[in-house]
């Protein structure tokens, strides 16, 4: 019922900037909370950031705090990440997901998924 597509990946060198963003369609006013993934090779999803559609309430992990910013645009039904100060480490395939639980900082309640969108920094 609710349909995510990603864009904005790509690559840059370490230290750099990119900006994803997640295109919301579908019975989105349904969504509470809307997030990003990110799974490198051969490791296992990582849950990084999330926003509570209705306030902008914002998490993020450890790892990405103080260098990612998320963001929503309710008109529009898209979230943003902001990266900056990306380092090879932050190399992996992004997904944007949303949840339709009121408990929006849960990873286990994201059941909706985009394709996932390439991120690449360089060293």
């Known amino acids: 019922q609710v349909q995510l597509l990603e864009s904005g990946g790509g690559l840059v060198q370490a230290g750099g900037s990119l900006r994803l963003s997640c295109a919301a369609s579908?019975?989105?006013?349904?969504?509470?909370?809307m997030g990003w993934f990110r799974q490198a090779p051969g490791k296992e999803r990582e849950y990084i950031a999330a926003?509570?559609?209705?306030?902008?309430?914002?998490y993020y992990t450890d790892s990405v705090k103080g260098r990612f910013t998320i963001s929503r645009d309710n008109a529009q039904n898209t979230q943003y990440l902001q990266m900056n100060s990306l380092r090879p480490e932050d190399t992996a395939v992004y997904y944007c997901?949303?949840?339709?639980?009121?408990?929006?900082?849960?990873?286990?309640?994201?059941?909706?998924w985009g394709q996932g969108t390439q991120v690449t920094v360089s060293s």
């Open positions: 997901a949303a949840t339709l639980a009121p408990d929006w900082t849960q990873s286990k309640n994201y059941g909706y």
């Open positions: 926003i509570r559609w209705s306030s902008g309430i914002t």
């Open positions: 579908g019975r989105t006013f349904t969504v509470y909370g």
